[in-house]
């Protein structure tokens, strides 16, 4: 009885200090802190109060969103590769498309330090299936849908479109979509299967460390390369009459192994779909991870000059401009580039593509009366730190400044994987202020947590810059591009 009755005296001391130290850390708690955490609070309301400017109207907004998709395989990248023996490698290299396990690692070592998104085509497709098989077997692994259309397609849905969406699925697949979904495509017992390596931000493998979070991705596929849902896809399209069309997932072509002149003739057909709809229908194309120059030599042909609409981000910015300019893809590029140097590359983007487009247009039509395309009245430039856009002053683009603000938002939501923006887990890496251009006597823009989009008017067009309240806590990178552009467009249909 006495032990017992000497125990809670104690007790009763020890929560009072307890509470004591408590109370301490937060009266000598740092100031810089307090502003921090007051500066970011201020910068997520303003935000959330740009996005909630508009809605969605009453009349759901119908999509059609092409091709293909796939079933994600999300795994811990360097326990992947520690758990199938992979070695880190001396020899970071770049390759087109990978044949054996010494290339996988050199390839991953290439992307992983700087902190670069990847995708790859395995051709081996013996390693890929032992690669995937053992990613099964991975605690901590996590399947689900994949593929630019898929994801960009349910993100559109969850935002209150209607949606066609291209592509050949199981049945299983086609299960777990939104009921605002529609399919158009061919059944297949099987998905084809990506294999996602994720890390985070300071992930160690070996000699090396990444600078900021981001995944390499493999794959084999056999389906989407082919656009095999394109006849389904326009058959249904008609009756759909969508206000948008967006494409993507035509990154699966590269260095694929078709046939001669298959890819064209793929492509080709796309591009007389897109030719065929309505000048009055926007045409959105999501670039991605290229490093085969014909490939984007053909898109340049066949599909972006129909396209009224641009979505990439940091790492393909540089590489479009790059060869629209002349010179050869860039497979590596800064992956935290500033303010200044997004916008020019933007700027040179547009004027480029928009006097390809007026060149074409003083030749007249096309032999069967089919348009040389559309302009360029909409870009949108999504990177880890910032969200940019421009957009042609009187083109159908509406609410660019509340765009800007949902992409962003958006960003950190699917990165962190809640839709409730958790500021413990989030932080500003985008300068207190930015330049405009790298031209001299260019203007700053100082970031301001009450007004934190900033838009402003040059030449033709608006640009309209976002900060990113960037994730601390990843959960997935992958898919963050494509949640990113669609719910950026959503609000501008």
Not at 127 to 153: H, K
Not at 263 to 271: D, K, N
Not at 443 to 458: H, K
Request: hydrophobic residues 40%.
């Amino acid at each position: 009885m006495m032990e017992g009755g000497s125990r809670l005296p104690l007790m009763k001391y020890g929560s009072v200090l307890s509470l004591f130290v408590v109370l301490l850390a937060i009266w000598f708690r740092s100031p810089q802190n307090t502003v921090l955490d007051d500066r970011l609070d201020t910068v997520l309301s303003s935000l959330l109060r740009a996005e909630r400017k508009v809605g969605v109207n009453d009349a759901r907004p119908r999509v059609a969103v092409g091709f293909g998709g796939c079933v994600d395989l999300i795994v811990d990248g360097v326990s992947f590769l520690n758990k199938i023996g992979l070695s880190h490698t001396d020899q970071p290299l770049h390759y087109d498309y990978l044949e054996n396990a010494e290339q996988l690692a050199q390839s991953f070592a290439y992307f992983f330090a700087p902190g670069a998104a990847a995708e790859r085509f395995m051709i081996n497709e013996t390693l890929f299936s032992e690669l995937v098989d053992g990613a099964r077997d991975l605690p901590g692994n996590r399947w689900s849908i994949g593929g630019n259309a898929p994801v960009m397609a349910g993100r559109m849905a969850t935002e209150g479109c209607d949606v066609l969406l291209g592509g050949s699925f199981s049945t299983d697949f086609t299960e777990v979509l939104s009921q605002h979904i529609t399919v158009a495509g061919k059944v297949i017992e099987e998905p084809d299967i990506h294999l996602i390596l994720e890390y985070s931000s300071g992930s160690s493998w070996g000699t090396y460390t990444s600078r900021r979070a981001n995944r390499y991705i493999i794959h084999s596929d056999a389906h989407n390369p082919y656009l095999d849902s394109l006849e389904e896809f326009a058959e249904k399209l008609e009756d759909f009459k969508p206000d948008l069309v967006v494409v993507g997932g035509l990154q699966m072509m590269d260095n694929f192994p078709f046939n001669t002149g298959e890819r064209e003739a793929v492509l080709s057909r796309l591009a007389d779909l897109l030719t065929s709809s309505s000048p009055q229908i926007g045409i959105h194309f999501e670039m991605a991870s290229f490093v085969d120059e014909n490939i984007v030599d053909d898109l340049l042909h066949h599909v972006i000059p129909h396209a009224d609409s641009l979505g990439m981000n940091e790492q393909e910015l540089p590489n479009l401009l790059s060869l629209l300019k002349g010179s050869n893809i860039t497979v590596l590029s800064d992956p935290n580039p500033r303010v200044a140097t997004v916008l020019d590359q933007m700027r040179e983007v547009y004027r480029i593509l928009n006097q390809r487009y007026q060149a074409a247009s003083s030749g007249g039509a096309t032999s069967g009366g089919k348009s040389k395309g559309k302009p360029l009245t909409r870009l949108h430039v999504h990177t880890l730190a910032f969200q940019a856009m421009i957009v042609t002053r009187g083109s159908q683009w509406k609410n660019t400044m509340s765009a800007t603000a949902k992409a962003s938002l958006t960003a950190n939501r699917h990165v962190c994987g809640s839709n409730d923006i958790d500021l413990s887990k989030a932080r500003l890496i985008m300068d207190d202020s930015f330049s405009v251009s790298h031209r001299e006597g260019s203007q700053r823009i100082p970031l301001l947590e009450s007004r934190p989009v900033s838009c402003w008017d040059e030449d033709d067009y608006q640009i309209c810059v976002a900060p990113v309240l960037v994730c601390t806590d990843v959960y997935q990178t992958a898919g963050g591009g494509d949640n990113v552009s669609a719910a950026g467009l959503v609000l501008q249909i």
